[in-house]
């Protein structure tokens, strides 16, 4: 490291740096449209403020609809980062290095519109304090309230450590904002000490971001699993949410690397074997949705509770089936065929599969809150719900605001984390050898020339 | 309180008495047909069979004030609880309207003030000042007309003597013209209510949820005569 | 460590601090803000003086008690009186919504004069002062020209005092034309005439009834005094009592009454005459009616000879030949285990009752129908009997309308028909022939017979032709568009309040409350209005009406009442129970001691009423020249021959079962109007109240809808809620399809008191059945029929 400082504004992946140096113009075009974007959800909000949540397409009782579902829509997405990342480090899974970064930002910054979603959602807003002021822990909302607090904080520290090196390079190599950059750095060195306790700091983050974000999903499948209503009273809520949170999450990371890498030129760096390798955790968590939907779905039929069949019904053959099948399409039929195979799970292929992912977890998520809903135990009228333009146009603010944002991040940090780049380039190599030759007996004879046995190995069908 | 169905005519005359006493919002035909229409105590509807081997239920359901409330366990800021008397009643001033309760309740009796209230003309004439006024934005629902309780409760101190049976009843109860509603102490054996409670023909809405509802329901039972033994 | 901040940072970082803190200011004032708006938002009820009054419901010919919550001058809650004997603390929801049409935003806010045409009215706000001096003058200028008879008024809700008055002043004034709207019940009541020669309503003792038998009558949807019946209902099924009557509800459709009878026979529409004289066969041939009633109280039950010594034929032998069992149950549909099972039950338990009066949907011939449901009556001897059926007992004022003969017939008089009577539904064809003379001038008092009658269309268009038309209506609605003057008629919380025993209610009872609160709008009276008329006209007139006005005129009346020494305030139960045991034993301990103190009493507490007893119910109720029940009726064979007409074939004077409609090619389904108790008689539909509640077991709010069986609607290809097209041969309407269970395959229902045209917004919406049915009249005594339109349904 020590090296570093006397390289000059040449760095090695100086690239990276290159969307924080000088915008294109297009980045101007996009951020204006995505502006646009947010002020319409702004004044739909206003409208709702105003009138008060009828603007809406909500009713009895449909009390939940849309904002709901992207709440945990959101909330799913969430766990790309932290958690992705925080496993991978863990693991030493050393192709984690140029994706970890663009992961995490996407947690600490959809958080805000999970959050958000809730507020969108409340009949008054200007009570939001009541949360605090008279908190009841009993209700599984307010476990929701804890622990999206602790991740929001948990994952920014999380977000940050990595990010104070790359800072620190900002500040003595770039020409923008080093002040901004000097507060930032807390005076980054790169000292061993300092490195030590880096290392030691993101060591414990990781451990500690794993069970937190576990939680935060848990906790918001609660928020259904822990009422009565029919076929949201399930026990396998949380780890069935966990499950699709990363799903979605991971879904999210490849989207966004794959606007990454296109927008700023960085194919050398978000390589085809980093889709190739998240294109398998996402068919993983394919088959750990579906294994998980069938078991939830097939419970409840075997259960043959009326009112649980009911919901059942309007989801399979009812008013919901196109929603559900479109669901049961999109999220694994569609993903399953283009990641199952090598020949498809190609950039490409895996982002098709990630954006289908994303409609069909939205649509998950819908197709839990809304057909309960529709169908209470009791047999009023059945409800209906069609969203109406404040709750489209809050959505599309939402979604554009996020983009605005996350696009704001790149050009202010390095997206892809340059030191981890390098630190793998300098130490993991020889590190992972060691590591390799750590697994294997020792009295095997005159090892092979240690990269092709590894190549040759994978090679083989 | 007791409602024994055999009695009911379904005359929906408890809606009306509840709505008037309760300053329930009049909702325009336009928000009546997107379902925002509040009612604390409605009707429900359940019909069984074909023509012409049909059975109709008309069962009138306000809150029913359970023993153990789905509704107060979700609610994230205490804006629902149960009173000394038993009642499941809301704070308004304190919801946040984040309808978690609306959605716990298994029985669809919460209910939520989409806009603000509006009383076309002057029907705001009609308000009783006794009852608090729903402001926009929170869920409200049946407080088993609490405000008559505490007159009641007022007066019969005043008078310096113990609250009467009968002395208290709610809007919808006093209605009743066919007197298929009763209403009183449940912890008093010799009540009205706790007797019919005990009525074979006794039974409550969703029991099997374990809520404990504090409304009973004597179901319609049949006609005791009948046509006499030929010889 | 080089964590350094020079002077340029630190500035910024203050700059930037300054701002951030100065947005969160911005961003804290603007959530106070924000809050404060929502706070005053907050609705907040003035409060005031509270006051209870007793006041008389007016929003069906029932009359209940109520007791008024006043907080200072607004009416803030209605609730029963519990000392009135007919609702008993108990009310219906139409009751409640009172308060809604007393603050209705779209009541008459003054009196109105039409500067336009009467196809096109303009309106033009008046003085109370031009208004009636425009109607008096108008009625002056018609008697000096010797047209005061072509002078109608038309009563909405007939009142007892508020009738007789009006009745006074027209016979004083010299018109016989006291017009009121048709009750459902005139084909019952034309029965009850033949077989019994009674013309005064009949009454029914339902409570002390073991087994009731409704033919078609919605008892729980409006029928009678709603609230009355109600509390029966509630009594015979008293979990302490036990259950011991039984209410069988025999009609097509699965009504709420018939989920909520003990047993629902359906059954082909029109065919209820056929049941119960398949019923009566069932009773004949197992000998379980009352025969020492039948042989010493009836007519016609045997075979006879007259007086020339021609042969008739009996009631006993039309059944034994004509409606054998098997005959009655595939006429009926009802399988014959049923019609024996339901006839034994009602011959075995007495007393037992037959009502087939008021039927929402009736045949040509519903008289016949009727005396075959009636009949069943005289075969359990419950006629003039506890638990039966009896006369209405008479208030004790004295009628002096007929003080001065009038020359002149009433102008819808329905000379053409056998039985010939008065009929409304006429006038349109009296006003348009000229005969049987012009109508001059047409008076309505909250009556709108365009919207309520089946020819409306036809009353729209013989107003229009009218002369002068002037109303006394609370709203603008379709008929007081049509007149030139328009006098806002105030409700009944601001009026000076009265009403008679309620329909079928079996005792006789005088309600009579001042106003609760000041007349809105300055809306008047009528009665007082009427007064000054009178007064206007001078001489006869004003003689006949010495009142200052109405309160005056009810007072003169309760002097009346006062001088008949009998009956009771309105008390509690208790109190109650114990005069009837001292009336009883010959005592009758009043309350009050003069005029001005029954006055008073009645005041506060509500009214006055007898108890009454059974002793002379026979004579009362039986007054035919046999002085016995006439299953042959020997009044229509009298009425026939008067008219000149061939007496023919004894059926025509015996209970029958009227032909039946036929489908018409292409209008497959039989449409039959169907009453809802939220909006009973056909009114209430311009209040939100009523609006929310008219339909639950179709979940129907605020629209009316089309009740279709599922699998008809399955054939049609229509879904539940879908909007469908039901057309007759006299038009078509919109309306929104339910599929309900409780239809029959072959027919399909509308609610009726939807598609108003004028008046209030909240009322012009759904569709008018009325307007759908073709114009058809009985042949026997003209009453409009709703039984027989077909009609096809499609998507639209």
Not at chain 3, 89 to 108: F, I, M, S, V
Not at chain 3, 282 to 297: H, K, P, Q, S
């Amino acid at each position: 490291m020590e090296s570093v400082r006397k390289r000059s504004i040449n760095l090695p992946d100086a690239v990276l740096l290159q969307p924080i140096l000088a915008a294109r113009s297009s980045f101007y075009y996009v951020a204006m449209a995505l502006l646009g974007g947010t002020t319409l959800g702004f004044i739909a909000y206003l409208v709702q403020l105003r009138r008060g949540l009828g603007v809406t397409g909500l009713n009895v009782p449909l009390y939940w609809g849309v904002y709901i579902t992207n709440f945990v829509f959101f909330i799913g997405i969430s766990h790309a980062g932290t958690l992705i990342s925080a496993i991978l480090r863990l693991c030493d899974a050393e192709w984690r290095r140029s994706i970890t970064r663009a992961a995490e930002v996407i947690t600490v910054l959809v958080l805000f519109f999970g959050v958000g979603s809730i507020i969108m959602d409340l009949g008054r807003p200007d009570r939001l304090l009541n949360v605090l002021r008279h908190p009841n822990f009993r209700s599984p909302l307010l476990w929701d309230v804890c622990s999206i607090s602790v991740y929001l904080t948990g994952s920014t520290i999380y977000l940050y450590l990595p990010l104070i090196p790359d800072v620190a390079i900002l500040r003595d190599y770039g020409k923008k904002r080093v002040w901004f950059y000097r507060l930032l750095a807390l005076g980054w060195q790169g000292t061993p000490r300092q490195q030590h306790v880096l290392h030691r700091a993101i060591a414990v983050m990781a451990v500690m971001v794993i069970p937190i974000a576990i939680s935060v999903h848990t906790v918001v499948s609660w928020v259904f699993g822990m009422t009565v209503q029919p076929m949201w009273h399930s026990t396998i809520f949380g780890p069935y949410f966990v499950v699709g949170a990363i799903f979605s999450g991971i879904a999210s990371i490849l989207i966004a690397m794959a606007l990454i890498r296109r927008i700023y030129g960085l194919e050398d760096y978000l390589r085809p074997v980093h889709f190739n390798n998240l294109g398998l955790l996402l068919l993983v968590m394919a088959l750990l949705w579906f294994y998980f939907t069938f078991a939830e779905y097939l419970t409840t039929f075997y259960g043959g509770d009326p009112a649980h069949l009911v919901v059942f019904y309007s989801k399979l053959t009812g008013r919901f089936a196109p929603l559900f099948w479109t669901m049961v399409v999109t999220c694994f039929v569609i993903p399953f065929s283009l990641l199952s195979r090598a020949r498809t799970r190609t950039v490409t292929g895996t982002v098709i599969a990630s954006i289908s992912i994303n409609i069909g977890m939205w649509l998950e998520r819908y197709t839990i809150v809304v057909p309960t809903l529709s169908r209470p135990r009791l047999p009023w009228a059945e409800g209906t719900y069609s969203p109406t333009w404040v709750e489209a146009f809050i959505t599309i603010g939402f979604g554009a605001t996020f983009l605005f944002l996350y696009m704001l991040f790149t050009r202010f940090f390095p997206i892809v984390s340059i030191w981890e780049v390098w630190e793998g380039r300098e130490r993991a190599v020889p590190e992972v050898v060691a590591r390799i030759r750590s697994y294997l007996p020792e009295d095997g004879g005159e090892a092979p020339e240690s990269e092709d046995l590894i190549l040759q190995t994978k090679e083989k069908p | 309180m007791l409602i024994d169905l055999a009695k009911c005519t379904a005359c929906q005359a408890c809606m009306v008495a509840c709505e008037s006493e309760n300053n329930v919002p009049c909702v325009s035909p336009e928000e009546a047909g997107r379902r925002r229409i509040i009612s604390w105590i409605n009707l429900l509807p359940e019909i069984e069979g074909e023509y012409p081997r049909l059975t109709m239920r008309l069962a009138p359901v306000p809150c029913l004030h359970c023993d153990s409330p789905p509704c107060i366990l979700v609610c994230p800021v205490k804006a629902t609880s149960l009173s000394p008397e038993g009642f499941v009643r809301q704070t308004y001033a304190r919801c946040i309207g984040c309808r978690y309760c609306t959605n716990g309740c298994p029985y669809t009796r919460r209910m939520f003030n989409w806009y603000k209230p509006e009383w076309p003309g002057e029907f705001a004439e009609a308000l009783n000042p006794d009852v608090s006024v729903r402001p926009k934005g929170v869920v409200e629902k049946c407080t088993f007309c609490h405000h008559r309780l505490m007159k009641a409760r007022d007066e019969a101190r005043a008078a310096n003597r113990p609250l009467a049976e009968g002395e208290y009843t709610p809007a919808c109860v006093e209605v009743c013209p066919a007197g298929a509603m009763y209403f009183g102490d449940l912890e008093d054996p010799d009540s009205a209510v706790a007797q019919l409670g005990r009525h074979p023909r006794a039974f409550k809405l969703l029991e099997e949820l374990g809520t404990k509802p504090k409304v009973t329901y004597l179901s319609e039972g049949e006609w005791s005569g009948g046509e006499r033994k030929e010889a | 460590m080089s964590f350094q901040i020079n002077r340029r940072d630190y500035l910024r970082l203050a700059a930037g601090g300054a701002l951030g803190t100065a947005t969160s200011g911005v961003t804290l004032k603007g959530i106070s803000s924000f809050n404060a708006a929502l706070a005053s938002e907050e609705v907040r009820v003035p409060g005031g003086p509270e006051n209870w009054s007793p006041s008389v419901c007016w929003l069906c010919p029932a009359g209940c008690g109520l007791k008024v919550r006043t907080i200072g001058t607004r009416a803030v809650k209605i609730q029963g009186n519990p000392l009135h004997p007919v609702s008993r603390g108990g009310l219906c929801p139409k009751a409640l919504a009172g308060l809604q049409e007393l603050n209705h935003p779209d009541r008459l806010r003054a009196p109105l004069k039409n500067t336009g045409t009467r196809k096109s009215p303009q309106w033009r706000q008046i003085s109370w002062e031009e208004a009636v001096t425009t109607v008096a003058a108008k009625l002056r200028g018609l008697r000096g020209a010797g047209q005061a008879h072509g002078v109608v008024w038309i009563d909405g809700p007939e009142r007892n005092l508020r009738s007789r008055l009006v009745r006074r002043f027209l016979s004083a004034y010299g018109s016989p034309n006291y017009l009121t709207m048709p009750s459902g019940r005139d084909a019952f009541q034309t029965a009850v005439y033949l077989q019994q020669g009674v013309d005064q309503p009949v009454a029914y003792d339902l409570e002390n009834t073991r087994y009731l038998l409704s033919f078609g009558v919605n008892l729980l949807e409006g029928w009678g005094s709603p609230v009355s019946l109600m509390r029966v209902f509630g009594r015979w099924r008293d979990a302490a009592s036990g259950r011991h009557t039984k209410f069988v509800q025999i009609e097509p459709r699965f009504s709420i009454t018939a989920a909520r009878a003990d047993e629902w026979v359906s059954l082909r529409p029109g065919t209820e005459a056929a049941l119960a004289l398949g019923m009566a066969y069932v009773l004949i041939t197992e000998g379980l009616y009352d025969a020492a009633f039948v042989r010493d109280r009836t007519f016609g039950f045997e075979d006879w000879k007259d007086a020339a010594g021609k042969a008739h034929q009996g009631f006993r032998s039309l059944v034994l030949s004509e409606y054998r069992l098997n005959d009655v149950s595939e006429m009926t549909g009802v399988p014959a285990e049923t019609i024996l099972r339901v006839a034994r039950e009602f011959g075995h338990n007495r007393p037992a009752l037959a009502l087939g009066d008021h039927q929402t949907s009736t045949l040509p011939g519903a008289p016949y129908a009727a005396m075959a449901v009636h009949s069943l009556n005289a075969l359990a001897g419950s006629i003039g009997v506890a638990g039966g059926v009896l006369v209405q007992p008479e208030l004790p004022f004295h009628e002096e309308e007929a003080s001065r003969k009038i020359p002149w017939p009433r102008v819808d008089e329905t000379p053409e028909q056998i039985f010939p009577g008065h009929q409304l539904a006429r006038l349109p064809q009296a006003i348009r022939s000229r005969k049987p003379y012009p109508v001059e001038a047409v008076l309505l008092h909250q009556a709108n017979p365009v919207f309520s009658l089946p020819n409306g269309e036809a009353f729209r268009q013989a107003l229009l032709e009218t002369p002068f038309v002037a109303s006394f209506s609370t709203f603008l609605d379709e008929t007081a568009m049509l007149a030139d003057v328009v006098l806002p008629a105030p409700t009944g919380l601001e009026q000076w309040q009265e009403a008679g025993s309620p329909p079928a209610f079996p005792f006789a009872v005088q309600s009579i409350s001042p106003p609760v609160i000041a007349a809105r709008h300055g809306a008047r009276q009528a009665a007082d209005v009427v007064l000054e008329i009178a007064r206007f006209l001078g001489g006869p007139v004003a003689a006949a009406l010495p009142f200052d006005n109405f309160e005056a005129y009810l007072r003169k009346s309760v002097e009346e009442l006062f001088a008949a020494q009998t009956g009771a305030v309105f008390s509690t139960g208790l109190d109650e129970t114990w005069n009837r045991l001292l009336e009883r034993s010959g005592w009758w301990s009043p309350t009050y001691s003069n005029a001005e103190e029954l006055w008073e009493q009645m005041k506060e507490r509500g009214g006055w009423w007898e108890a009454g007893n059974l002793s002379g119910e026979w004579e009362r109720a039986v007054r035919t020249p046999s002085r016995r029940f006439e299953f042959y009726s020997q009044t229509l064979e009298r009425w026939t021959r008067a008219a000149g007409r061939e007496a023919g074939d004894d059926r025509r004077f015996l209970p029958q079962q009227p032909a039946l409609p036929k489908a018409a090619a292409g209008y497959p389904l039989l449409l039959l109007p169907m009453e809802v108790l939220p909006l009973a008689g056909g009114a209430g539909g311009h209040l939100p109240y009523l609006q929310q509640i008219a339909g639950p077991h179709v979940f129907a709010t605020w629209d009316s809808w089309l009740e279709i069986n599922p699998v008809t609607a399955h054939k049609l290809g229509i879904a539940d809620g879908e909007k469908v097209w039901v057309e007759s041969r006299r038009g078509r309407a919109q309306v929104r399809a339910r599929l309900y269970a409780g239809a029959r395959p072959e027919v399909v229902h509308l609610p009726l008191g939807y598609g108003h045209t004028a008046g209030s917004p909240w009322g012009c919406r759904g569709a008018n059945p009325l307007a759908l049915l073709e114009e058809q009249y009985d042949p026997l005594a003209g009453l409009p029929q709703t039984t027989g339109t077909h009609v096809k349904v499609y998507r639209s």
